[in-house]
Each structure stands twice: as structure tokens, then as C-alpha cells.
């Protein structure tokens, strides 16, 4: 196998088996195990996520250094922020939100964000403002596994979660189609930018980082007191 293969196989592996799919709290929701409470906690901490995404994809953008990478980056921002009011990731989280009986001026107000969440995302941000382009691309990586996710998600919801109107799955549905493109696009940076053994060996622990962000975050919601509200 060529190197380049070789080093592709390895993130894919990475990809695949410190994937947040196998958590635990991962695995309640796909069963369908999770009270209405869990699911709402989830949905609001995420959000903290996902509002920090075109954040750290800002950051990214500002180190590419040709106009043809940097049109391909503001895509992704323009795909959580939308090309104007009431469009875009963002807004369909909040949708996803309103649909489990989350008012959006709470997501909003980043009330419900639990300690370890905010961790999470900041050790995220912070990882892409400081590394290599490489490294902060290869971080996104992740999203090799996240259309896969993303259809046993609605799966699950469809299937066990009736009382969320499925128009509120659109954030889902959304995610698969951007979520193969994006990491189509970022595995290709990659390979060609990681030259040396140094550069992969940096790349792979980049995305084992991003695999353990993505854990952190499902710790800190499945630990979370059931007695706090979401
Ligand atoms: O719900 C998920 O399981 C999940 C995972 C990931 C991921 O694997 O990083 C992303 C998303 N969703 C997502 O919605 C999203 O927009 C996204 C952007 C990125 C990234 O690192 O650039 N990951 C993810």
C-alpha cells in the first residue's frame, strides 16, 4: 500500500472507532432509551457546539492562504449561519429545539450549558485558533463518520421519539448531504498537505483529539444531575 493509502486507512480507522457513535449515551439515544428530559438536555447542550462550529471554521478560514481554500472554508460558515436571517444550521437547531418543547430564547441564553460542555467546545475553538491549518482541518475529520450518525439519528427519532415533529429532523437531514461533502473535501487537504511522517503522525492525533471533544461533550450530558433542568 502507498503511503498516502496508508495514511488514509489510519484516519479512517480513527474515524471510525473513537467515533462518538459508540458512546454510551450515544448508543441510549439510538435504542431509544432516553427520557424526554435526556433528549432535551442533549439538544441544548449541543447547541453550544454547534453555534461554536463557523466560530472555529472563521478561524480556520483565516489561515488558508488562497482565495479558491478560503471560498471553500466560508461555505461551511455560511452553512451553520445561512446566507441571511432564519436560514441556515443554526437556525434549524433551534427548530430541532422548539420541536422537543425548547423555547429558542433558552438555547439563546446558553443557560442550560453544563461545565463539561463548555470545556468541550472551547478546548475545540482553542485547538483550531492555535494549531497548523493541517491540524485544525484534519480535526474535522470526524465528519467521515457523521453522515452515517446522522441517518440512524433520524432513524431513531422516526422510530422512538414520535413526539418530536419530524420537520424538526431537517437539521439531520441537512447535515448528511454537507457532512459527506465537507469531509470529501477536508480528507483531501489533507493527504496532500501531510507530506512528512511528522505532519500524519500530527493529523491523526488531531482527529483522535476531535474524536475525544466529541466524547467529553456526551460525558459531561449523560452525568449531568436528572434533577437540573435541560
Ligand atoms: O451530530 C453529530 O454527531 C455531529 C458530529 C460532528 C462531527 O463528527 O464532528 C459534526 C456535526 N454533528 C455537525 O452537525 C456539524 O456541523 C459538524 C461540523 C464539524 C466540524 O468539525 O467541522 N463536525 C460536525
Given at each position: 500500500m502507498s503511503a498516502v493509502r496508508e495514511f488514509e486507512e489510519r484516519l479512517r480507522t480513527v474515524a471510525r472507532e473513537?467515533?462518538?457513535?459508540?458512546h454510551p449515551f450515544n448508543i441510549r439515544m439510538h435504542q431509544g432509551e432516553l427520557t424526554p428530559d435526556e433528549l432535551r438536555r442533549w439538544i441544548a447542550n449541543r447547541f453550544h457546539y454547534q453555534r461554536h462550529i463557523p466560530v472555529k471554521d472563521a478561524l480556520i478560514t483565516a489561515k488558508l492562504e488562497t482565495s479558491a481554500l478560503r471560498r471553500m472554508w466560508l461555505r461551511r460558515i455560511q452553512d451553520h449561519d445561512?446566507?441571511?436571517?432564519?436560514?441556515g444550521g443554526i437556525e434549524r437547531w433551534l427548530r430541532l429545539g422548539e420541536a422537543a418543547g425548547l423555547d429558542r430564547s433558552l438555547l439563546l441564553s446558553?443557560?442550560?450549558?453544563?461545565p463539561g460542555v463548555r470545556l468541550a467546545v472551547d478546548g475545540y475553538v482553542n485547538f483550531c485558533r492555535l494549531r497548523s491549518p493541517l491540524e485544525a482541518v484534519a480535526a474535522s475529520l470526524t465528519e467521515l463518520s457523521a453522515p452515517d450518525i446522522m441517518r440512524t439519528r433520524i432513524d431513531a427519532f422516526e422510530r422512538?421519539?414520535?413526539?418530536?415533529?419530524?420537520?424538526?429532523l431537517a437539521y439531520f437531514r441537512t447535515r448528511e448531504t454537507q457532512g459527506r461533502q465537507d469531509s470529501r473535501e477536508a480528507l483531501d487537504l489533507v493527504l496532500s498537505w501531510a507530506r512528512s511522517e511528522d505532519d500524519r503522525e500530527r493529523a491523526v492525533a488531531a482527529l483522535a483529539f476531535k474524536c475525544d471533544v466529541l466524547w467529553s461533550l456526551l460525558d459531561a450530558v449523560d452525568q449531568a444531575d436528572p434533577k437540573e433542568g435541560p
Open positions: 473513537r467515533y462518538h457513535d459508540r445561512g446566507a441571511a436571517e432564519g436560514e446558553g443557560r442550560s450549558v453544563l422512538h421519539y414520535r413526539w418530536i415533529d419530524g420537520d424538526g
